[in-house]
């Protein structure tokens, strides 16, 4: 359990004192009105002299327990408002200080009607009340209400959104090339940086004496030269940024930190040391593991089939993300939950359709 946070000793006794003042400041004017001329009540006191007296006391006991809870309910305030943002409390402190003159200023003539005793409790309500609304309006629309101080005034600045970083490209998104399907499907788009020191492997790939490394580094190449064209991507290279640094890969997480930019991969052990280092990464191989197909071939699920197929003897069912299943042979079991085994998918411009066959030995 941890440890209570200790009350200031100092400021519970400064909160005390103003309490004791001013209960000896209420006991003097209470002395005073019931009578100032009585003389001596209590030895050498007066009337007056025992009031402030009696208030001191008073003030004195009270005074402990108020300015305890008063530090005590401060620093539980100051918890749940740790994590909310300056400028929101800034917002809504204005908010309310708006609604409070506002409501000030409408509901003041209840006072013509005389009877403080009514008046002044319906002034205080109504101006609490719409000091509580200017502050729930301060702070839903704290964009709004600070810019009537200046444009950005207060603002945090926000981060730029991963969507709209440049992105630094390594050799092994170039070798690949799903990255030219991912660009005209529109899932990315913008700067694309290629750093020297990654034309650099390709060019090497490309000169080697083995076949299957001069391959992958020829179409390293060609990806990028197909990848200039598009258009709704600019491929820009760079210069070796960092010579001083050996490593291709730790020049990339380098210019990324330098340049605020995300990295893209497909290196699965870069990817893990660019997010160490705090790195914006994308990686393509996390993306196509998201996409990949619920089933592939060889695997065995149940399936609910609802109704008959196109051909003779097939039955249709649906996997949980509403993947259409054919299975053959098995429309004897319309109706009855089957366990099947996948023999291969199909994915077509409407979505994928899995094909299957019947577990030997389930039961008809």
């Known amino acids: 359990m941890a440890a209570r946070r200790q009350v200031p000793t100092a400021l519970v006794e400064l909160l005390r004192l103003m309490v004791v003042v001013f209960c000896a400041g209420l006991g003097y004017y209470l002395a005073e009105q019931l009578d100032a001329d009585r003389g001596q009540v209590l030895g050498a006191f007066g009337v007056v002299g025992l009031g402030v007296v009696l208030g001191s006391g008073l003030g004195y006991v009270l005074g402990g327990v108020l300015g305890r809870s008063t530090v005590t ?6 918890a749940r408002l740790r994590d909310t943002p300056a400028e ?53 629309k704290r964009d709004a209400v600070l810019s009537m101080f200046g444009a950005k005034v207060g603002l945090s600045s926000r981060g730029t959104p991963t969507a709209a970083l440049p992105r630094v490209l390594d050799t092994s998104v170039a070798i690949d090339g799903r990255i030219l399907d991912v660009v005209r499907a529109g899932f990315l788009h913008g700067k694309m940086l290629v750093p020297a020191p990654v034309l650099g492997e390709l ?31 600019d491929v820009e290279v760079l210069d070796d940024e960092v010579p001083a640094v050996p490593e291709v890969d ?3 997480i380098r210019i990324c930190l330098d340049r605020s930019c995300a990295l ?39 399936v609910l089939l609802l109704k008959p197929g196109r051909e003779s003897g097939q039955a249709v069912g649906y996997l949980d993300d509403g993947t259409m ?23 077509t411009a409407n979505g994928r359709m899995v094909f299957a066959r019947r577990v030997a030995g389930a039961g008809r």
């Open 250 to 252: 730790a020049k990339l």
């Open 325 to 347: 299943v054919v299975v053959e042979r098995a429309r004897d079991s319309i109706g009855q939950d089957v366990p099947v085994q996948v023999t291969s998918v199909l994915t």
């Open 264 to 302: 893209l991969t497909l290196d699965a052990n870069l990817a893990k040391v660019a997010a160490l280092a705090g790195v914006t990464v994308l990686n393509l191989h996390s993306l196509a593991v998201a996409l990949r197909p619920p089933v592939s071939a060889g695997d065995e699920v149940a």
């Open 73 to 78: 309910a401060v620093a539980r305030t100051e």
């Open 88 to 140: 929101q409390i800034v917002a809504g402190v204005l908010g309310a200080v708006i609604g409070v003159l506002v409501a000030a200023t409408v509901s003041w003539p209840v006072f013509l009607a005389g009877r403080p005793i009514l008046t002044f409790p319906i002034f205080a309500f109504v101006v609490l009340t719409v000091g509580l609304l200017g502050y729930r309006l301060g702070t839903g």
């Open 203 to 233: 060019q090497g790939l490309a000169d080697a004496g083995d076949d299957q490394r001069r391959q992958r580094g020829r179409r390293g190449l060609e990806v990028l030269e197909t990848l200039r064209r598009e258009p709704a991507v």
